[in-house]
């Protein structure tokens, strides 16, 4: 529970330079995401969260 919090701070520090750093790809990546359907992206969402837990579980 003790790395949670710094795994917070840290996607946050990396979310905010790709906004800082490419807004325009940004955005046209919100396009692409808004032309899929839920379904798609309910199964994408939780493809990279199970990715995120095993490379977690992995790399611990």
């Known amino acids: ?7 917070l701070a840290l996607v946050l520090v ?3 330079l790709v906004v800082a ?3 325009h790809r940004l955005r ?16 994408y969402g939780l493809g990279v969260a199970s ?3 095993v490379l977690y579980w992995v790399l611990r």
């Open 21 to 23: 750093l490419v807004p």
């Open 14 to 16: 990396v979310e905010g």
């Open 28 to 43: 046209q990546l919100m396009e692409v995401l808004d032309a899929l359907g839920p379904e798609r992206l309910r199964t």
């Open 51 to 53: 990715l995120g837990a």
């Open 1 to 7: 529970m003790s790395d949670l919090w710094p795994a």
